[in-house]
Nanobody, 115 residues
Framework: QVQLVESGGGLVQPGGSLRLSCAAS????????MGWYRQTPGNQREYVAN???????NYADTVKGRFTISRDGAKNTMDLQMNRLKPEDTAVYYC?????????WGQGTQVTVSS
């Protein structure tokens, strides 16, 4: 059974850093395309970053150069290192597993960037 559990969210000041982690079960993270999305109240969920089966990483323009996506096969996790955070990064962040015939989401973790 596929399960995704995010952790690492919290309150941070502008310019600070946070590291999110997505713990996966029921599959191996190194074998699938996985990504991070975020959502604010009243808005659609938006793409943040993804890492493909072959390890190719892509980022939304809004986070490029500040966020880094990675995965750890030994821990079976996917992480998002977020640096130089801005108030507009405030959102609930979701872990995503997607294929041609399936899609799974985690429960989300809140990130708040505020002084």
């Amino acid at each position: 059974q596929v399960q995704l559990v995010e952790s690492g969210g919290g309150l941070v000041q502008p310019g600070g850093s946070l590291r999110l982690s997505c713990a996966a079960s029921g599959f191996y993270v190194t074998n699938y395309n996985m990504g991070w999305y975020r959502q604010t109240p009243g808005n659609q969920r938006e793409y943040v970053a993804n890492i493909s089966e072959s390890g190719i990483k892509n980022y939304a323009d809004t986070v490029k150069g500040r966020f880094t996506i990675s995965r750890d096969g030994a821990k079976n996790t996917m992480d998002l290192q977020m640096n130089r955070l801005k108030p507009e990064d405030t959102a609930v962040y979701y872990c995503n597993l997607r294929g041609r015939t399936y899609e799974y989401w985690g429960q989300g973790t809140q990130v708040t960037v505020s002084s």
